[in-house]
């Protein structure tokens, strides 16, 4: 922390009895110092450099159980903040040791940011570029074994891959893999006999993509997205001859490659675990985080649906959507956007003590990642508008929702990443909602007027749009969204 921000900070200490009328021991001891406060700084050395401000001191010194009495007590000091400021104060007289202490280290080059998250982008569209490629395989296929399907892997990913991620942080990659492996058996099982009576073609349908969704979670969550992203390659390969017409032995080489996908994605489970012998926690502390992932997984359900209901709805099996372009390019742009916005705002915190400075940094940084939010936003709007008035364009409104949808896309990870799910839920759900409830229980519209669903669509995804816009712009500034 610098010095200027302290300057509010009192920095004499307030009238003392003589230690012996106090009943407290000497402060010296022969030439050693006993002095309480400075002990504290010294044990508090790393806490007051990574902090913003005092308040946040004052933060973890009561976390720790010093409070306003013992201040008084042990300290001397009147309250817990003026404690935390003298603790500051001791921490800026010894600089040099804290300059020595915390060293800024490198991070990865642009390069390499851009690399894993154009690596990580593309895992993520793995399960959607596939579908889309092998779309003439599963055309009439039962609506449960695509879209139930779908659904299932989408929201179960999501609820899945938060999970994973608990378990990385506390018992490491194998318990991570292991868990989203036995979730997405359970998935499996459960689907299984939701589709009894379907037949074999339905099965290999639901299961191929709850495989591809399982690989993408356990490829993320375990961060080995480039050796599952070389696995992945002749699944690309095959989809792509699957597209142009080859035949049943491209089915055949695609189901090949998934199989051998799979088991390069979760070869973890195989590893030993690092967590040795440590229980897992009990139930009662497990309930927390299955709330959240349930909460989660209703967010990528309602992602889901959504992309089913304006993008996916009545596509022709011989050829790729326009609607899909947007989305196949705006997703590594939306992760290359979010990547940006979180290393500026972590060498903000890094190299920023003073709480005023890194606020108007957090101010700068924020507006401009919401800049670059609004773009998808007030494009679709743009096409959306010139369709109204008579100006055609190739994709028409269908293209102009596709865009408004990566926009939303877009908002719900942003909300999401912030702590704001049960917002992001919303705002995915509620146009969600509307257009595939008008669609099926007003079917007379569609019939009357053909475009009214693409118009709809628009409507809905403009209403969800420009609020969450606005939410996720408040998020993004709000400094407590980053702890």
Request: charged share 15%.
């Amino acid at each position: 922390m610098s010095a200027d921000s302290l300057l509010v900070v009192p920095m004499q200490r307030r009238a003392r009895p003589p230690a012996l009328e106090r009943g407290e021991s000497l402060r010296y001891v022969g030439r050693a110092s006993t002095d309480p406060v400075a002990a504290l700084a010294d044990r508090m050395l790393e806490d007051c450099v990574g902090a913003v401000d005092v308040d946040e001191v004052a933060a973890i010194l009561e976390a720790n159980g010093i409070n306003d009495r013992v201040a008084d007590r042990e300290y001397g000091l009147p309250s817990v903040f003026a404690l935390a400021g003298r603790v500051v104060a001791r921490t800026v007289e010894t600089a040099a040791t804290v300059v020595q202490a915390t060293p800024l280290e490198e991070g990865p080059t642009p390069r390499a940011v851009i690399t894993d998250t154009l690596t990580r982008a593309t895992i993520y569209l793995t399960p959607l570029a596939i579908g889309l490629g092998a779309a003439a395989e599963v055309d009439g296929a039962p609506p449960l074994a695509t879209t139930g399907t779908l659904l299932l892997g989408w929201g179960g990913g999501q609820a899945l891959s938060y999970l994973g991620y608990r378990a990385l942080s506390e018992r490491g990659v194998t318990a991570a893999a292991r868990l989203l492996g036995a979730g997405f058996l359970g998935l499996a099982a459960v689907w299984a006999v939701a589709l009894a009576g379907s037949g074999v073609r339905a099965y290999t349908i639901a299961g191929v993509q709850l495989a591809l969704f399982a690989v993408a979670a356990v490829a993320l969550v375990t961060r080995r997205e480039r050796v599952v992203l070389a696995a992945a390659a002749p699944c690309w390969v095959a989809t792509a001859c699957v597209a142009l017409g080859a035949g049943t032995w491209a089915v055949t080489a695609l189901l090949g490659g998934v199989v051998a996908l799979l088991a390069v994605a979760f070869r973890p489970v195989a590893g030993a675990d690092v967590s040795g012998r440590m229980p897992w926690r009990r139930w009662r502390s497990w309930r927390g985080d299955i709330g959240y992932a349930l909460l989660y997984g209703l967010v990528g359900t309602g992602q889901a649906a959504l992309l089913r209901a304006v993008a996916l709805d009545g596509i022709a099996p011989h050829r790729v959507p326009v609607q899909a372009v947007p989305l196949l390019v705006g997703v590594p742009l939306i992760e290359l956007t979010l990547v940006w916005h979180q290393r500026r705002i972590a060498y903000a915190r890094a190299v920023l003590a003073d709480r005023a400075a890194f606020d108007r940094r957090l101010a700068r940084i924020s507006k401009s990642t919401a800049g670059v939010l609004s773009v998808p936003v007030a494009l679709g709007a743009a096409i959306a508008g010139a369709v109204w008035v008579g100006i055609s364009g190739p994709g028409g409104q269908a293209l102009a929702a596709a865009i408004l949808l990566t926009g939303v896309y877009a908002l719900c990870l942003v909300l999401a990443a912030h702590g704001r799910a049960g917002t992001a839920a919303l705002v995915v759900w509620w146009p969600t909602l509307l257009v595939a409830g008008v669609g099926h229980w007003a079917p007379a519209l569609v019939h009357v007027a053909p475009t009214f669903t693409e118009t709809l669509a628009v409507a809905t995804l403009l209403g969800a749009g420009l609020p969450g816009l606005a939410v996720a712009a408040l998020v993004l500034r709000d400094p407590e969204s980053y702890r």
